[in-house]
């Protein structure tokens, strides 16, 4: 697609219920970003997949939070038992970035989202 | 542990040069300078990149100093939809850590 597109756009959900938010990466790029971003607050990285890899899972808050990814492209990111404290802006993001392609042919850098907003009531 | 160092906030002049700097001293030599923008609610949005050399692209420029411990992001003409929050960011790959940013408030 021209650009990285999240599903729902708003999500407002009742404390303990499960969520799926989606990522619909730019066609062609590899590498795939969750952040989430609470009001006020900076981007809080989350998990980062390479191709369906995720090398890196450290920045997930709990073992409530999950992530997969499928065929390369489409990314789902799981949150359990919602608490408030998961009320965010959850943002998507993509890249060429193949294995270790270095910066200088990476012209764009990342591609964000609009994100979705979540909100536990 | 952050790599790169920012004013929390800036105003400029609507019509006249943004000059946003950076310190990164602890920059690894295969490492690059990054910078994003987040306007108010939406995705944070690429700007520009460089290694060593001065770049420039449609929307600014990137001054990094010789020794690579700091660097400048250049809005030449700022106008009000600049206002928005900048990253700066250190990386040569892999995840891109967003620390705090600059505020910049572009005034009438």
């Known amino acids: 697609g021209a650009g990285v597109s999240q599903s729902p756009s708003n999500k407002v959900t009742e404390k303990g219920k499960d969520v799926e938010l989606r990522c619909d990466p730019i066609?062609?790029?590899?590498?795939l970003y969750w952040y989430r971003q609470s009001l006020g607050q900076g981007l809080e990285f989350l998990i980062y997949f390479q191709g369906n890899s995720a090398p890196d899972k450290s920045g997930l808050p709990s073992d409530r939070f999950s992530a997969e990814r499928t065929g390369g492209s489409v990314s789902t990111l799981t949150i359990q038992r919602t608490q408030q404290e998961d009320s965010a802006v959850y943002l998507c993001?993509?890249?060429?970035?193949?294995?270790?392609?270095?910066?200088?042919?990476?012209?764009?850098?990342?591609?964000f989202g609009s994100g979705t907003r979540l909100t536990v009531v | 542990d952050a790599k790169t160092t920012q004013p929390p906030s800036m105003d400029c002049a609507e019509g006249r040069a943004a000059n946003l700097p950076c310190n990164h001293s602890?920059?690894?030599?295969?490492?690059?300078v990054y910078w994003y923008r987040q306007i108010h609610s939406q995705g944070p949005q690429y700007i520009i990149h460089g290694l060593k050399n001065n770049e420039t692209n449609e929307m600014a420029s990137l001054i990094i100093t010789e020794d690579r411990k700091s660097s400048t992001l250049i809005l030449p003409h700022a106008t009000l939809r600049d206002t928005a929050v900048y990253y700066c960011?250190?990386?040569?790959?892999?995840?891109?850590?967003f620390g705090a940013g600059t505020r910049l408030t572009v005034k009438p």
């Open positions: 993001a993509s890249s060429l970035e193949l294995g270790f392609t270095p910066p200088e042919i990476d012209n764009y850098g990342y591609t």
């Open positions: 066609s062609g790029h590899t590498a």
């Open positions: 602890t920059i690894s030599g295969n490492e690059y």
């Open positions: 960011i250190v990386r040569y790959w892999g995840d891109m850590r």
